[in-house]
């Protein structure tokens, strides 16, 4: 891997390390708040609604420019978004702003590994680029989590120097500094040297080229279904994000700050995962990894029996191990079709609109069930269970296009006798 490659990686680890510190700085203020249990999920929901409405737009900015600026652009977009805050503007606003500047970072992100790197390459830098950004999320969470822990929050008031500071205002100048260091990597990032046509931001030529791009993998037989287990997988993953959260304070007993730290030991198993599928998986045998999805909706549900803390932690790396080591071959499958396809921002624009679009749905069905009452594990088997089917109904879906092109491989070779 070359120099710039180590650059993309340091910044994406820290301006993601942000990301989730706030998050659990942002539920800690809404539970200060005294806001409905429900609104918790909206934080996330709010932060990814930029993805789905903006993501006919946000490939066309990535590819105008060289995209360790735009990187460095969007960041700033995530440090004025924390900053609201401050200025008493609502955590759901606020973190929608963070999310407006994460939606047009993400393409761009993604996009320059496909400019920087031979296709062969893109699992390995997949495999370090997901491991790298779990690890962002559990040091991530775990600093969020220390941050709102009273200790610690009243040490760092200490630190601060005026009269108005609070626990909370002291958590986010941190995380703001975090932004800040970001940024500084964000600009040790190379210019590949990939151009792209010029670009038009007429509204209405951008979503038929959006509509264009999206019907284009969606009709690839390689495309639709790495692009059905990421969006998948994303939309589970963010769900399990707050039911982790909720059963380790109803089944465990445990603080918010110290069940934060549980979203960590999920993520630590899908950096383990990450690494190993980038070991040991090649490109050409991504959708061998599938089965590996359903198999984590069971151990999912295995949580309902698990009442222990010390339990807890091998179950969740085993979930989070799962996940990594399936979802990192199918992503880099879905970033090489959709480069060989389309433009890196395009295809990165239309990954991200399905992801977001099924955490949207996810998270918004999650809060539903939340309003309507519903316990705990009964919630997870319902999400271990929906999990598992989709998974089986993608492999059906696979097999059923290998059959179909194996019948048209056999009708051209009749033709040819």
Not at 131 to 154: C, K
Not at 161 to 173: K, S, V
Not at 201 to 216: D, E, G, I, V
């Amino acid at each position: 891997m070359n120099r710039g490659f180590y650059a993309v990686m340091a910044a994406e680890f820290f301006s993601s390390l942000a990301d989730n510190a706030l998050l659990i700085v942002a539920i800690a203020i809404l539970a200060q708040m005294d806001s409905p249990a429900w609104m918790t999920p909206l934080l996330r929901l709010f932060f990814v609604l930029s993805y789905v409405c903006l993501a006919a737009f946000v490939g066309a900015f990535s590819d105008s420019m060289p995209k360790g600026r735009v990187m460095f652009i969007t960041n700033t977009v995530k440090f004025i978004g924390c900053s609201l805050i401050f200025a008493g503007i609502h955590p759901l606003i606020s973190y929608a702003i963070v999310g407006l500047g994460a939606a047009a970072y993400s393409p761009a992100k993604y996009g320059i590994l496909t400019e920087m790197l031979p296709a062969e390459k893109l699992v390995v830098a997949n495999g370090w680029i997901e491991g790298l950004t779990v690890s962002s999320i559990v040091l991530g969470t775990v600093l969020g989590g220390a941050l709102i822990n009273p200790h610690v929050s009243a040490f760092l008031v200490g630190l601060i120097h005026f009269a108005e500071a609070t626990p909370a205002i002291a958590a986010l100048t941190v995380i703001m500094l975090v932004y800040i260091l970001a940024a500084l990597f964000n600009l040790r990032i190379p210019d590949p040297g990939a151009r792209y046509a010029k670009q038009s931001f007429n509204p209405a030529a951008l979503l038929k080229s959006f509509y264009h791009s999206f019907t284009t993998l969606w009709h690839d037989k390689l495309g639709q279904i790495s692009l059905a287990v990421t969006t998948l997988f994303w939309g589970a993953g963010a769900t399990l994000q707050f039911i982790v959260l909720k059963w380790a304070q109803h089944a465990l007993g445990l603080p918010l700050d110290k069940a934060a730290f549980l979203q960590g030991i999920v993520a630590v198993g899908i950096a383990i995962g990450a690494v190993s599928a980038a070991r040991f998986i090649k490109l050409k045998n991504s959708l061998k990894v599938m089965k590996l999805g359903a198999a984590m909706g069971i151990v999912v549900m295995v949580m309902t029996m698990v009442h222990s803390v010390w339990l807890a932690y091998p179950l969740l790396v085993l979930v989070g191990g799962l996940a990594g080591f399936f979802v990192v071959p199918m992503n880099a499958l879905l970033q090489h079709r959709g480069h060989v396809l389309l433009s890196a921002g395009s295809s990165i624009a239309v990954q991200n609109f399905n992801e977001n679009l099924s955490i949207l749905t996810m998270l918004g069905v999650y809060s539903l069930l939340i309003a309507l009452d519903l316990s705990t594990n009964a919630i997870i088997i319902l999400f271990g269970s929906f999990v598992t089917l989709t998974m089986l109904l993608v492999m059906y879906w696979h097999a059923c296009n290998q059959k179909k092109q194996d019948s048209l491989h056999l009708i051209g070779e009749d033709k040819r006798h």
